[in-house]
């Protein structure tokens, strides 16, 4: 069964660094999504990306965050300067169709600790 | 502000008995509504989902049902099993928009 792949499961990085968390969507899907979870909260929503350019985005989605598919397979997050509180868990997600119920299928997270 | 938000934040079961997980939202405007299965280390799982104008849809072992009258919503397990045991989360989406919106979480523990 195909499925939404991330890469690395933790990444480890130092306030202020830039890092890029890689998500390798379904392959025959066309809307993208990143969401994120602080630890013991809720999953919230950062953006979503379509035919090269974002769709929609949340308040959390800032400057300091940046979307790109960069070929026809990969789906990336940067976070320019980390902070402290951008430790989370990171999760790709991807569905076929822009329609209202149209299911979103979710990667197994990226863990993000920012020290 | 609008939330999705659940009752309970863990809910203990005999294996082989059926699981109620509810839900409360508020926002009024939500017209489709999902819930996910997160187990421990992996990202939000589907299970299964209702379009507003349903009150009930049933799935393998699960069914959901909607009340709008008091914004509810509730994912019933039958038979539960050990397998089942992880984070539910009951989630909405709203005019057409792509963002799903989370509510907090119920911690589903089976008790062999």
């Known amino acids: 069964e195909p499925e939404v792949t991330q890469t690395p499961s933790h990444q480890v990085t130092q306030m202020g660094q830039e890092v890029i968390l890689r998500c390798v969507p379904i392959s025959n899907h066309l809307y993208f999504y990143w969401y994120r979870q602080i630890l013991g909260q809720k999953v919230e929503f950062l953006v979503s990306f379509y035919n090269n350019e974002i769709s929609e985005k949340s308040e959390i989605f800032d400057d300091q965050f940046s979307v790109e598919r960069p070929d026809g397979s990969n789906f990336t997050l940067k976070i320019r300067s980390t902070k402290l509180e951008d430790s989370a868990m990171y999760f790709c997600a991807s569905s076929e169709v822009r329609q209202a119920t149209d299911t979103q299928y979710f990667g197994p997270g990226t863990r993000l600790t920012v020290l | 502000g609008e939330s999705v938000g659940l009752h309970l934040p863990t809910l203990s079961v005999q294996e082989g008995d059926n699981s109620i997980i509810n839900c409360a939202y508020s926002n009024s405007a939500s017209d489709y509504f999902i819930w996910y299965k997160q187990e421990s280390g992996k990202g939000p799982q589907f299970i299964i989902d209702?379009?507003?104008?349903?009150d009930k849809r049933q799935g393998q072992r699960v069914t959901v049902l909607l009340n709008k009258t008091v914004k509810h919503l509730s994912l019933q397990i039958a038979a539960t099993q050990p397998g089942d045991s992880a984070v539910y989360f009951c989630a909405e989406r709203s005019g057409g928009y792509q963002k799903v919106t989370f509510g907090t979480g119920t911690k589903l523990q089976v008790i062999p």
């Open positions: 209702i379009r507003s104008n349903m």
